[in-house]
DNA sequence: AACTTATCCAACCGCCGCTAC
DNA sequence: AGTAGCGGCGGTTGGATAAGT
């Protein structure tokens, strides 16, 4: 493993220190189980493995498609895909991006491999309908630049609160878009009465000291998820 | 059967944001 | 306002195992 892989006593020790104490509070919880580890191996070690509930196994066709959605959405944000993927961790969700849909899915590090193994009907059969469309399984080839595509629509996707209701609580995080983005984009942003729009209406400045499109809306993506329909 | 290569995944590491002082 | 401590996150590592030669 890339560490030192825990006993069964360990397992254990932690599981009942957690029954007993309960979690969080995780740099007291190496000396009430007992244990020669460090916090963060401690919290790991429950949330991917003891937890309650865990589902191990295969992922489903359900469950690919809704993690290519969230990715396409949301980006790196692991934990965030996690929770909409009962019983999965984070951890598990990157491991399976990065062994089964990263090589198929970013176009950038497949074409610096010969072996494209994008070019098998079934490997394209893989991808969400969405991907589907912007991959051209006769050329090899994508019909957008998926990367510029992805990240634009990862940024911009998030529909005004309006659309989805309400959301009431400052949001957490700010949208940003890389000028160069911005400026070879088309579709995802257009300008309007002096202001800079995305595709759903998102208003966008310059940050010029940042070098940054930024958004002047934020986003809940936690509530934006659990609004948009992703099980289709 | 022995060896090499590829893949999987548990664990570690470093960074970030938040909070309390 | 500055700082230390904490929880949490994403990126990376490396051992185990499967697949290929």
Same mark, same amino acid.
């Given at each position: 493993?890339? *560490?030192?892989?825990?006993?069964?006593?360990?397992?254990?020790?932690?599981?009942?220190? !957690?029954?007993?104490?309960?979690?969080?509070?995780?740099?007291?919880?190496?000396?009430?189980?007992?244990?020669?580890?460090?916090?963060? $191996?401690?919290?790991?070690?429950?949330?991917?493995?003891?937890?309650?509930? !865990? #589902?191990?196994?295969?992922?489903?066709?359900?469950? %690919?498609?809704? !993690? !290519? #959605?969230?990715? /396409?959405?949301?980006?790196?944000?692991?934990?965030?895909?996690?929770?909409?993927?009962?019983?999965?961790?984070?951890? +598990?969700?990157? /491991?399976?991006?990065?062994?089964?849909?990263?090589?198929?899915? +970013?176009?950038?590090?497949?074409?610096?491999?010969?072996?494209?193994?994008?070019?098998?009907?079934?490997? %394209?059969?893989?991808? @969400?309908?969405?991907?589907?469309?912007?991959?051209?399984?006769?050329?090899?080839?994508?019909?957008?630049?998926?990367?510029?595509?992805?990240?634009?629509?990862?940024?911009?996707?998030?529909? &005004?609160?309006?659309?989805?209701?309400?959301?009431?609580?400052?949001?957490?995080?700010?949208?940003? %878009?890389?000028?160069?983005?911005?400026?070879? $984009?088309?579709?995802?942003?257009?300008?309007?009465?002096?202001?800079?729009? *995305?595709? =759903?209406? &998102? +208003? =966008?400045?310059?940050?010029? @000291?940042?070098?940054?499109?930024? @958004?002047?809306?934020?986003?809940?993506?936690?509530?934006?998820?659990? +609004?948009?329909?992703?099980?289709?």
């Amino acid at each position: 493993m890339g *560490g030192v892989a825990w006993t069964e006593e360990e397992d254990h020790l932690l599981k009942r220190c !957690i029954e007993q104490y309960g979690e969080g509070k995780w740099h007291r919880v190496p000396k009430l189980a007992g244990l020669n580890r460090c916090r963060k $191996s401690c919290r790991l070690r429950w949330l991917n493995y003891l937890r309650p509930n !865990i #589902k191990r196994g295969s992922f489903t066709e359900e469950e %690919v498609d809704l !993690i !290519i #959605k969230l990715h /396409n959405l949301l980006g790196n944000r692991w934990s965030l895909i996690a929770g909409r993927l009962p019983g999965r961790t984070a951890n +598990d969700v990157k /491991n399976y991006w990065n062994c089964h849909l990263s090589k198929k899915l +970013d176009p950038q590090q497949s074409c610096n491999h010969e072996d494209n193994d994008l070019n098998t009907k079934g490997d %394209v059969e893989m991808l @969400s309908p969405s991907q589907q469309r912007d991959f051209d399984a006769s050329s090899g080839g994508w019909t957008l630049p998926p990367t510029a595509a992805l990240e634009a629509q990862s940024l911009v996707h998030p529909p &005004m609160p309006e659309e989805i209701g309400t959301s009431p609580s400052p949001p957490p995080q700010m949208s940003y %878009v890389d000028q160069a983005e911005f400026n070879s $984009s088309n579709p995802p942003f257009f300008e309007e009465d002096g202001h800079v729009l *995305g595709d =759903l209406g &998102m +208003d =966008l400045q310059f940050d010029g @000291s940042a070098g940054l499109m930024q @958004s002047s809306k934020h986003w809940d993506w936690d509530e934006l998820i659990s +609004d948009l329909d992703l099980w289709g």
